[in-house]
């Protein structure tokens, strides 16, 4: 029922019902309910609000609907689950359950469930976010030397080493964790005791129950705790930055698993086939993290949309943001989950990477460079290796085939360039700033890399 | 088994496969699959690619399956629809089962069964945008009297009639059937016989299939056939147009819900109580709807984005579109249905909304257009009539009980005013331009509004 | 000033009036507001709500308004174009001019000048899809043989053709021209007439105003009329999708323009270089076009959020529906304009692309259907090439070089498998069926597209 | 000229040039550039990469070019700042201008620049967000006795005081200036020494460089440093919020300003009349910040559909970032300061507030608590009271009209209920728990924002 007490004429009409109650998305929340139910018990037993004796049987009637949800399956029967685990605890406990509901309303309890299952749930994900940074650490543990063509327009622009280039998404998602801890500490506030919006009669002890529930600080506004929704907000915000990452990532494997490219060898067990085509091995998976960046996105826009222009304090409206964040979060763990066993088991192609530079004039700026910084002016510098490429374009020629002499046709300085100017093994080499692609550099990089991800 | 045949190594990662499995959200075309099946079959018969027994044997299959499929539940053993379609068929029919797969692809298959579901969706929507406009219409009808307060930027702008305000949501309705038709026409093409990418090389007879399926046509072009998801971003586009109206009436309804406003009444079993407050009457269903335009505007996003960037021809990504477009289909349908149970079932308060035009100065425009219809120009008019304004509030006065010496203070031309000139329901009468508020011309569009509905 | 007359104690705040003016974005509807000023100017005279000769004067003031416009720059001085117009008409004509806001409101003036300029920005666009589109056609016509590899997840599927690919983006942007069509007939509706929100006292004639401005009819109810933006709202969904297409098409530019494609090169006028990489040549221009489609996306979220749960009649809000959907009409007006020059001046490379297929096990399917063909189940056929691809891919060969003995060995029917069927020429030829890529097929398609783009 | 040097046949094509060039909106990034320019140029000097006497002369000439920039006005003639800074180096020092350009990129630069401005843009906010905390505190000192209504589901619920409501918008924007200030720690990092992509063979100092510039380090990734853009898809989440949390109270404005609340009077000089109605004072800024949220989140989903599944390293639609940061910081900007001014001019009005609650029944709650007080279970006092309000509505009574007698009635307990029961003086008084709406307790919230609000 969604009324109490005797206001009301009529029962409420079936369909709206089914309209307006939030049972089948809200129940995954359970645990939390409950856990919240206790804190709040205690507190009423601990301030004398209610007896001690009622408290404990409160508590024991919750602990007892606790331990029977893992095999409570699809919950029915109530419009929300705090009104399913009420009803359940009357059954257990008796009237006395009745008192739980003391100094106590949907409105805060509502937003403290939320707030206590995002918590979990953010800190799976930061997890995760580590497991899909580790995948990538060992993949460039392994490949420091591996040179392959760094693109900028997805033209070979100058060589890169591959472990740079996974180094790259590691610290996207460095970002992200930084996010997600930023985070967590601002949403970890306890809205609990708030009431339905002004607070409450009675003596609570609110900094109890937020020591009992592992928040760092009680909520300073009983107006703002109850129609507060940055806490789902920002983290669909957060999630909607990791999914931009996954999505680049994503990119890459499906570029990178082109006959064309042909850097990465998917494990069968991740790819697909067609049911048509025979010869086919899709990188699906990949694909579908691509694509499901615009669900987290869509869901972002969905919250900020939905919170839009609401008075104070509590509205139905903020109900719709549950499935919204749900989806987020279970969107994006499933993308990190997919692409950390991907990485797990994919190959890289060493051979297929060192082949794609040939040829491809990514050592231009080498030549460039090194008038540079003979005191040749950059721009002056790029003009003349312009008509070097321009050269070898017409002539078919690539730039390792030409030797010192042909060099020197287009500046006299090139007399003086070593032997390998232009290798992409020494322009690599040659790129030691910090930050940069020299293999040695690097490997600077993945030790810091390797701190920051212990943190 | 997301492969056929020889070519893989591996079984896959059953986590992976939990990941790009689209049953649990793709059974609900199980029909449209079944459908689309039934007509390929024909299809396959009637051009001779299989034997007219093979077919009658194949179609004798499906629609036992098609019969099942009402107390089937919830479906699982299959990556997808297609799949659990085609295995069950195997149960049945044994190993003729498989011709079926004969000039067809998944590609070109998922798009029609995704057509199919939608074009009925949409026609069911259609329907309930009618049944929400009938309820609109039966209370303009018994309110082509009723005055309130019309408002721009909130703020009492000049009186109008109920059933002028009520019409101008019909007419959004009826934009919004209007948009559904034109994407009806525009999606009701068939995507089936353009194979995986690049048609087929039997002799399909696709007109066949799109009559037996109800298309109105047959794709042109084989790529854009399986990778055009235009039909469900112009459907969310089309539904998200809707959302937005719904949440404007939604946002009507709680405003007037207000005991501030106090206009509307509504039935008490769509209204909810408070946990709490025991003298709550929320119109929560009205807060959802306004929320959940959230939902849908986030939909469309999604598909867009998903779609962003795909180069031809099917990918992955594509499957992403069928659980935003379903959620904004249930969305749609879940708000259309409950506003219009609302609107039969709610009472308007003639009575408030008349006392709301009191004292709040609607008519000054009418006293403005008294003097620019004796020639004097607006502007002036206007500024004549803002002092009248000022001195009323100055002396605590009302409009209505000015003398028409009191006005011609302003203006000596005040002295040929009718004695009605500051009442509402003069000034309501006086605007008969077409599209205007006054009674008779409420009653001419309410006449036209009847003949659009029927359409 | 943003008020007139004597209701206010004080002038406006400056900075406020810098935050609430249009006149930096709504000036370049100068041109509608005066057209749709002579008309409203030219109605009223024709009723004889002013007098003929006052029409002619005001009506010869607002000629001389449209014939200065063009050369007059940034417009300044007034909070809106409306005011800016009316002011100037002041100085032109005198106190007359006071005369022309008779029967009008800002409300149904804003909403004209927006239909009426958006009208005109619409038809532009639809001329630019069409010149987009010829330059599709062109290089169709030319390319009805050329063979590149059709890919499905970016995995070589089956040959296709050229014209074949590069009708699909015809199709597309021929749905676009549907669309935008669709929105011209909706949209084109009068407002002018609806007042402020309750029509007029004034004995307006509204057809005679809307046929002056090439209006199909007179909105129906004046509620609607000055507070729908549903043409802003699905005009910018119409141009999402546009967005949509053109961002498809430029990954395909950006992937065809990479050293591992190279199927396409750039006009050195629509390409550019590196300030660093002497060697570049990127297609910057595509990568705009792909990254613009988020703005347009993000624009039509704007309009949708702007719109939410604004209640009758006109909200200030609505006046930020300008800038949004001038932005997209300007993104998706050079978008257009750009590609199309790009797709002029571009050349493929037909040799590239049939070396693309070369071993790529593309006609795979082939050797499938000919065995389904033969009546063996399409399944199992499936599996019997699954395993000569396995086998191919384990001895490093490819498809092409397998002897007709070769293949006997997976299975005995191809013993009557014709010499060249896993040619890539053979494959697309065999794809007849409607909507498929066979040459003679395409030229048929083409046909119909060339009947479709005179519409 | 978009590039440089010998590669390329042909000039750039006008319209292209004009679609792809980014001075328009860049070179409001002008004084970012120079500044950029000079750390890097002395970086150049202090590592002898250029001599001290060259570093000298480009020093120089830079300066000159920032002292000039107030006063530039449009700048034209480059197609992006940077080349436009280039070319007016060259003119001022001559060809040793080019040596600038040693070891740097467009890549690194674009992004350090864009950094830079958006680092000042988002301390101008912070402090913005201040100002408005600000007004809103000087209301809240004022009104910590003022009553008013308190809102659930815009119904009346439970009394609280004004201060406490003004707060509540005091703690959103706490957190947004603690979400700002989290941006800023994680984006205040310089890409600069990135190069384009791979970092540089120059042995550059890095950290000099983000040390003149006040960068709290370097970025560890030269590819992740010129691919990057969480800078500005996080700052426009960060500002989404801002936005959202504005939307909220401008509503709370506009709601406050109807006539049928009045709680609220703007000062003359932020609201605007009407063209047409001249008792119009409508409050037009409200309206646009609350329409305002749409550009902003519409903006937040462009950045991040742009960014969505671009590969390593740069690519041009990054370009597309500026534009949609630019206008969010600039909203967001002209919103804040906008409200500020309305509510440093704005007035409460105390006695309609307290009128809103006569006869509200928003002391129901109190007296189904001091019945559970009693230690009748909280549901049963709330079933009670249900009763009580509605024999009140059907016998059109106010609950403050209740004698004991009457409430005894309804339950033998009322009969020990204080004289006061259903006063909404002793209800705000009775919410004194951390968080309630209790004046005393507001005073002690007061106290703390205070203390925040120095931070």
């Known amino acids: 029922m969604n009324l109490w007490g005797g206001r009301f004429d009529k029962e409420p009409n079936a369909a709206i019902a089914a309209f307006t109650h939030s049972l089948p998305f809200d129940q995954r929340m359970a645990q939390q309910d409950v856990r919240g139910s206790i804190a709040h018990c205690r507190m009423?037993?601990?301030?004398?609000?209610?007896?001690?004796?009622?408290?404990?049987?409160?508590?024991a009637g919750l602990r007892e609907i606790a331990a029977e949800l893992p095999d409570a399956g699809v919950l029915t029967g109530a419009e929300d689950i705090h009104s399913w685990v009420e009803s359940r605890l009357r059954e257990k406990v008796g009237p006395v359950s009745g008192k739980l509901h003391t100094a106590r309303s949907r409105n805060d309890q509502v937003a403290t469930d939320a707030r206590l299952y995002l918590r979990d749930a953010a800190d799976g994900l930061a997890g995760q976010l580590r497991d899909l940074q580790r995948a990538l650490l060992d993949h460039a543990a392994e490949h420091g030397e591996t040179v392959l063509p760094g693109l900028t327009h997805m033209q070979h622009a100058q060589p890169v080493v591959l472990a740079h280039h996974l180094l790259a998404y590691f610290w996207m998602l460095q970002r992200d964790r930084g996010r997600l801890a930023d985070w967590r500490r601002r949403a970890n506030v306890l809205p609990l005791g708030a009431g339905a919006l002004a607070g409450s009669p009675y003596?609570?002890?609110?900094?109890?129950?937020?020591?009992?529930?592992?928040?760092?600080?009680?909520?300073?506004?009983?107006?703002?705790?109850v129609s507060d929704r940055d806490f789902a907000v920002?983290?669909?915000?957060?999630?909607?930055?990791?999914?931009?990452?996954?999505?680049?990532?994503?990119?890459?494997?499906?570029?990178?698993?082109?006959?064309?490219?042909?850097?990465?060898?998917?494990?069968?067990?991740?790819?697909?086939?067609?049911?048509?085509?025979?010869?086919?091995?899709?990188?699906?998976?990949?694909?579908?993290?691509?694509?499901?960046?615009?669900?987290?996105?869509?869901?972002?826009?969905?919250?900020?949309?939905?919170?839009?222009?609401?008075?104070l304090a509590y509205n139905s409206d903020m109900q719709e943001d549950k499935e919204r964040i749900f989806d987020s979060v279970d969107t994006v763990a499933g993308c990190l989950g997919s692409m950390t066993i991907l990485f797990r088991s994919c190959r890289f192609r060493a051979d297929r990477m060192l082949?794609?530079?040939?040829?491809?004039?990514?050592?231009?700026?080498?030549?460039?460079?090194?008038?540079?910084?003979?005191?040749?002016?950059f721009?002056?510098?790029?003009?003349?290796?312009?008509?070097?490429?321009?050269?070898?374009?017409?002539?078919?020629?690539?730039?390792?085939?030409?030797?010192g002499a042909d060099l020197q046709e287009f500046h006299p300085d090139f007399?003086?360039?070593?032997?390998?100017?232009?290798?992409?093994?020494?322009?690599?080499?040659?790129?030691?700033?910090?930050?940069?692609?020299?293999?040695?550099?690097?490997?600077?990089?993945l030790a810091v890399a390797e701190v920051a991800w212990e943190l």
């Open 44 to 59: 009423l037993g601990h301030t004398g609000i209610i007896s001690a004796e009622e408290a404990a049987q409160i508590e």
């Open 203 to 225: 003596p609570v002890d609110r900094a109890f129950v937020a020591r009992e529930l592992g928040f760092d600080g009680v909520g300073e506004n009983s107006l703002d705790n």
């Open 234 to 311: 920002e983290l669909g915000a957060v999630l909607a930055i990791v999914a931009l990452h996954l999505s680049r990532l994503a990119e890459e494997v499906v570029l990178w698993n082109t006959r064309e490219f042909g850097y990465m060898e998917l494990d069968d067990s991740v790819a697909t086939g067609s049911s048509i085509m025979p010869q086919k091995k899709n990188p699906d998976l990949a694909e579908l993290v691509r694509g499901k960046s615009g669900r987290v996105f869509g869901n972002l826009q969905s919250l900020l949309t939905t919170m839009k222009g609401l008075p």
């Open 355 to 377: 082949a794609g530079t040939h040829g491809d004039f990514s050592t231009a700026t080498d030549l460039a460079d090194f008038l540079a910084q003979r005191g040749i002016p």
């Open 379 to 403: 721009r002056e510098a790029h003009e003349v290796v312009g008509r070097v490429v321009k050269w070898c374009e017409t002539n078919d020629r690539v730039l390792e085939s030409l030797s």
């Open 415 to 445: 007399a003086h360039a070593p032997a390998d100017i232009t290798s992409v093994r020494a322009s690599v080499r040659a790129r030691k700033s910090p930050g940069g692609t020299a293999p040695d550099e690097v490997r600077r990089q």
